[in-house]
């Protein structure tokens, strides 16, 4: 049974999509079945990984007009559904809809066996289809930049995971804050990071690996290519496969009292 993850981060501009890329193919290079989503109007996964305007899309999916089989689209060894610039409109219309927020989840029953892992690219919101991805998703990881205004915004997003967990998804658990864009050990981004690590219920919630600047992450996905077709020896691989290392340790220790 594929585990589910979610990108998530209302904050705009953190690394959803760099690392929703990039751990999902990272996953992909040692061995692993691996499913993108692209959940953002934004259509950034989509573009980054090489497929843009799409005619099949997660808002066909969410709406019933297409079954999962028909909107994935095979990347090399990666699948991926990819996303429309009309999104907005889809969302708008499963508003509507009764049990709206399970719709992903529902959805991604029938393929889940398939991989064994899907990953998430959530818009900077925490709209219906945020709450669609928290639902279907078994974790959740927060990318952030060790910056002024950080934290903002972290709180809502822990408290509405907690809520979608009480409410509606209760096998929901955050895997890590994920510090991403570090250029050199200033002391204001240590200050950041420690805040967070002194935090009591959050400590353990930090990632260890931490994504560095890269430039050539950046331009990996303006050529539509993952970090290793890019740049495969280079520092955001690299950072990029001890994430995938880290998170699978992480979910093997969530999952080891259920086993
Ligand atoms: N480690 C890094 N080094 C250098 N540039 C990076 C790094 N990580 C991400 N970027 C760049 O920062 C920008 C924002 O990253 P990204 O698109 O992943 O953020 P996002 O959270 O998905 O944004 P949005 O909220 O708009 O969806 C992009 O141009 C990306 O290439
Ligand atoms: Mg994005």
């Keep these: 049974m594929g585990v589910v993850i979610s990108v998530i981060n209302n904050k705009g501009g953190t690394g959803k999509t760099t690392t929703s890329l990039n751990l999902g193919a990272a996953f992909a290079e040692k061995g692993h079945n691996v499913l993108l989503i692209d959940l953002d109007s934004q259509c950034n996964l989509s573009t980054s990984i090489g497929i843009s305007d799409s005619p099949l899309h997660v808002g066909n999916l969410l709406l019933g007009e297409k079954s999962i089989d028909e909107v994935i689209i095979q990347k090399d060894k990666i699948h991926v559904i990819a996303s429309t610039d009309t999104l907005l409109d889809y969302e708008q219309r499963i508003n509507n809809e009764p049990g709206r927020e399970y719709i992903l989840n529902e959805a991604l029953l029938a393929i889940k066996e398939k991989y064994d892992f899907i990953v998430m690219d959530c818009a900077p919101s925490l709209g219906t289809l945020s709450l669609n991805s928290l639902v279907a998703a078994d974790f959740y990881i927060v990318p952030m930049q060790a910056e002024n205004f950080a934290f903002i915004g972290l709180d809502k997003i822990l408290q509405i995971s907690e809520k979608v967990k009480k409410r509606m998804n209760p096998k929901l658990e955050l895997v890590g804050i994920l510090f991403l ?79």
């Design 181 to 259: 864009k570090l250029s050199g050990k200033t002391r204001f981004s240590q200050a950041i990071i420690s805040n967070l690590n002194n935090n009591g219920e959050l400590k353990n919630k930090v990632f260890k690996t931490r994504i560095r600047q890269d430039i050539a992450l950046m331009e990996a996905s303006a050529f539509g290519k993952t970090i290793f077709e890019y740049s495969k020896s280079g520092r955001g691989a690299f950072d990029y496969r001890k994430l995938a290392e880290e998170v699978i340790l992480k979910i093997k220790e969530a999952k080891a009292p259920l086993l």
